[in-house]
């Protein structure tokens, strides 16, 4: 299916019933020579892939996972930016079903939760040639019917019909097509503004607004050693601040770092 997307991105949708992984297809399919705005849709997933090497559970019939492809002119070092900007539509997304009776929020980078749980993981990858990008991909899973989840993650990660059942909310349960028209759509106007600057100044605000980690203490893992500290918000590369008991400031640039409540995971 193809359609044109608010600021001329051609969008060509394609759907598996079943797939290993949408961010491989993805991949795949750019390499063939897939346009920028292809959307790889998938039911469920045998191996959908999570940040640092996890999995993704991905059963048939209740979720919703798909990959998005860019393949933007600007340098790698910005990328990992569009994993906030995908975060930020995804919010908008929810909200826009669901009303104002959720409260959807985002642990930096890029986890979306609800009362304290994960609903939606998102994992950008690229591929470099000498440095340039060849492909961007955008993975995105949220949970939206999923009724239980494995003994390991029952504690961490939650779905939109357990919190609406949770809080006895009058919204219907989106559609997962719905949903991820409504994503893309503000992902487009998103990255526009993100285009425009090449940063997320436009985004700051709404980002923030929507920051589970802001003014909490937080735990940064980072390969060199932890340290703990208030987070204070992000700035415009997307970069969490954070002020270390001792009055420093410190940026984190979201790779291989790993940020934790101190009380628990958000
Ligand atoms: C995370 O660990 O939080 C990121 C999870 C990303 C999962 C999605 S599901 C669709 C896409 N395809 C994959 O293999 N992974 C992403």
């Not at 394609?14 to 297809?25: P, V």
């Not at 995908?86 to 979306?112: C, R």
Request: glycine letters at 8%.
């Amino acid at each position: 299916m193809e359609q044109q997307s608010d600021y001329g991105m051609k969008r060509n949708i394609i759907r598996y019933e079943h797939t290993g992984s949408t961010n491989e297809d993805a991949r795949r399919l750019a390499l063939e020579g897939a346009q920028e705005g292809t959307v790889v849709v998938a039911d469920s997933q045998s191996a959908g892939k999570g940040r640092r090497g996890r999995n993704w559970d991905s059963p048939a019939g209740c979720n919703l996972y798909f990959t998005l492809l860019l393949k933007p002119d600007f340098a790698p070092d910005k990328a990992s930016m569009l994993t906030l900007v995908m975060a930020l539509s995804v919010i908008q997304a929810l909200e826009g079903q669901t009303g104002s009776e959720m409260d959807f929020a985002v642990k930096w980078p890029n986890d979306i939760v609800v009362n304290g749980r994960k609903l939606c993981g998102i994992l950008t990858e690229m591929t470099l040639n000498k440095n340039v990008i060849e492909s961007l991909v955008i993975g995105v899973g949220v949970n939206v019917n999923q009724k239980e989840f494995p003994k390991e993650l029952a504690d961490t990660a939650t779905s939109l019909l357990l919190e609406k059942n949770h809080i006895h909310a009058m919204f219907n349960i989106p559609d997962t097509t719905v949903l991820l028209n409504d994503i893309l759509k503000a992902f487009d106007h998103n990255y526009g503004l993100f285009l425009e600057h090449m940063d997320l100044s436009s985004l700051k605000e709404p980002y923030e607004a929507h920051l589970a980690n802001r003014n909490k203490e937080v735990r940064v893992l980072e390969p060199s050693g932890a340290y703990e500290g208030i987070a204070l918000g992000i700035n415009e590369q997307g970069e969490l601040i954070v002020r270390t008991p001792d009055g420093n400031i410190r940026r984190i640039y979201a790779g291989e770092v790993s940020v934790r409540g101190i009380y628990g995971y958000v």
